[in-house]
């Protein structure tokens, strides 16, 4: 089982360039989410989905794009990096999107570097 | 206010000592997690709970749903439990799908 794949692990980008951050699960969850990890501060929700073709707004989406065309793809896009968008960020991914939900899977985590 | 808050923030520890790592939160919920987070950056599940108590090995998770309260254990801490700990609520309100985190607790086990 390759659980939650994400890729890459390691980007550096300028200022204003864009780019995705790709994930992937093969566990069939509805639900799939983005969150972002800076130094001092707990993990921060970017963007959810809980399906194909459902998105939603974290707490922090400004600069991001996400998009559900299938059950096991939730790519993050930057649209013109910051160097505010300098992070750890992490897919994660869970059965179930209502009240009953399962234990949380996380991808290994993509470190950015926006000069 | 956080949302969720957990004490301590840091914490050393020798071997064999028996830790404990607490995590108050504000709202109700419907699920609270327990991750660890290796030195590496990576991130994978402890525990899942909504009631009473869960083991696995050596760790112990508790949850007061009254007192809005959980309790994370190690007995018999080890190097290798040297990590970040971190609790996440799901709230049984408003949108069931998001999590809040709190920031974690550095837990250092010396040999």
């Known amino acids: 089982n390759a659980g939650v794949t994400q890729t890459p692990k390691f980007q550096v980008l300028k200022t204003g360039q864009s780019m995705t951050l790709q994930c992937a699960q093969d566990?069939?969850?509805?639900?799939m989410s983005w969150y972002r990890q800076d130094p001092g501060m707990g993990l921060r929700l970017i963007h959810y989905s809980v399906g194909a073709g459902i998105t939603d707004q974290g707490e922090v989406p400004n600069g991001y794009n996400v998009s559900r065309s299938t059950t096991e793809d939730f790519p993050l896009r930057l649209l013109s990096a910051a160097p505010s968008q300098t992070s750890v960020y992490f897919c994660?991914?869970?059965?179930?999107?209502?009240?009953?939900?399962?234990?949380?899977?996380f991808g290994e985590g993509s470190r950015l570097t926006v000069l | 206010k956080n949302e969720v808050e957990q004490s301590p923030q840091n914490l050393t520890a020798q071997e064999g000592e028996f830790i404990t790592i607490n995590c108050s939160y504000s709202?109700?919920?419907?699920?609270l997690h327990w991750l660890q987070q290796h030195p590496g950056g990576g991130i994978v599940s402890l525990f899942m709970l909504s009631s009473g108590k869960k083991k696995h090995g050596r760790l112990i998770a508790t949850i007061n749903i009254q007192e809005k309260h959980s309790s994370l254990h190690i007995t018999a801490s080890h190097p290798r439990d040297s990590a970040v700990y971190i609790c996440?609520?799901?709230?049984?309100?408003?949108?069931?799908?998001?999590?809040?985190f709190g920031s974690g607790t550095q837990l250092t086990v010396l040999p």
């Open positions: 996440a609520v799901r709230s049984s309100s408003g949108s069931a799908r998001q999590l809040t």
């Open positions: 566990m069939n969850h509805e639900y």
């Open positions: 994660a991914s869970s059965y179930g999107t209502g009240v009953v939900t399962g234990e949380l899977f």
């Open positions: 709202v109700g919920i419907s699920a």
